[in-house]
């Protein structure tokens, strides 16, 4: 028998009718809403079809346990999860496309091919000015990388921040302290031929560059029982205590071993330190490993200063 002598018999059209009633009427269903707010669903549901495509990045970074493992099941299947989505949000888009009585999918897919390409036009014309903005985003955000990779993350360029305008650049918030350094050991030889001749250096915020004496013909490590006092500020979070022990040449420095010390860890030293110096193992219980190699003796002290005492309040009823 031919399908439309099987098809055209009035059980078949009885079987066939509520199978394909379902399809037909998501197909003829139309939204009674006005266009202006059709184009906001249209910008939404684009909007929504884009977020699928970013669900494996979004699970992931959510503290729920059971979505960071479906990220992880997500990411092992990658191929196929965009080729489902892409199935997905294009039934999606076309089912709501044909809802809309003032939209046809073939209009929403020009639409979205014109915005592309002026968007794309947008961009190659402010490219310059975009390529300027971001660079500058980008030296901001990685800055002490990039001082770091040139070789002045150490030094404080411009003597400025947004916190000195709200305290009216006073100085307040600064406080004397003391380094106390005892001894330097285990030192890299700079030259086979000629001792070190041992000298350290200390970076911190606005602080000048400051320095020990230089110990002649020190080798790898020597008593120094120096005092030095600086300024710190110790709700500045970005400043940091840079130490480099250096050799005197004839002409010019090197660089032997080098550290950091972060602010709270500068501020714990600071804090849990008392009582005048005195060279001994009790006041330096534990060396500073520097890199590449070699240990520093260093105390931290606050120093009491009655003519530097002074508060926010008098600096400004004293301008």
């Known amino acids: 028998l031919k399908p439309a002598l099987l098809c055209g018999s009035p059980a078949a059209t009885e079987c066939a009718g509520p199978a394909m009633s379902p399809i037909n009427d998501l197909l003829d269903y139309r939204l009674d809403i006005d266009k202006e707010f059709q184009g906001w669903i249209l910008l939404l549901s684009s909007v929504t079809c884009i977020f699928f495509f ?5 699970c992931a970074g959510l503290s729920c346990r059971a979505a960071r493992k479906f990220a992880t099941w997500l990411s092992q299947r990658l191929p196929s999860f965009y080729l489902f989505m892409t199935m997905f949000n294009f039934v999606l888009m076309f089912f709501i496309c044909t809802w809309l009585p003032d939209w046809t999918f073939d209009q ?15 961009l190659l014309d402010g490219a310059s000015s975009i390529a300027i903005i971001a660079a500058f985003f980008f030296a901001i955000v990685f800055k002490d990388r990039i001082a770091q990779l040139f070789g002045f993350d150490h030094k404080t360029l411009f003597r400025f921040k947004l916190r000195d305008c709200l305290t009216c650049f006073g100085s307040s918030r600064f406080q004397p302290i003391e380094l106390d350094i005892w001894k330097v050991e285990d030192l890299r030889s700079d030259d086979p031929f000629t001792a070190n001749n041992v000298f350290v250096e200390f970076y911190l915020g606005y ?46 420095t090197s660089e032997l071993a080098r ?7 500068l501020k714990a030293m600071v804090n849990s330190t008392r009582g005048p110096v005195i060279w001994s193992p009790l006041q330096f219980p534990e060396a500073i490993n520097m890199i590449p190699r070699g240990k520093l003796w260093l105390r931290a002290a606050r120093v009491d200063d009655a003519d530097y005492n002074q ?5 400004l009823t004293t301008c």
């Open 54 to 58: 970013c669900l494996p990045c979004y």
């Open 108 to 122: 929403y897919l020009a639409m979205v091919l014109q915005t592309t390409i002026q968007s794309i036009q947008h």
């Open 207 to 252: 602080n000048e560059t400051m320095a020990t004496r230089v110990f002649n013909n020190a080798g790898s490590g020597c008593l120094m029982k120096q005092v030095l006092q600086l300024n710190f500020d110790e709700n500045d979070e970005e400043e940091t205590l840079f130490i480099f022990v250096r050799n005197q040449k004839v002409v010019g």
């Open 259 to 265: 550290a950091e010390i972060p602010t709270e860890k």
């Open 311 to 315: 508060s926010f309040f008098n600096e």
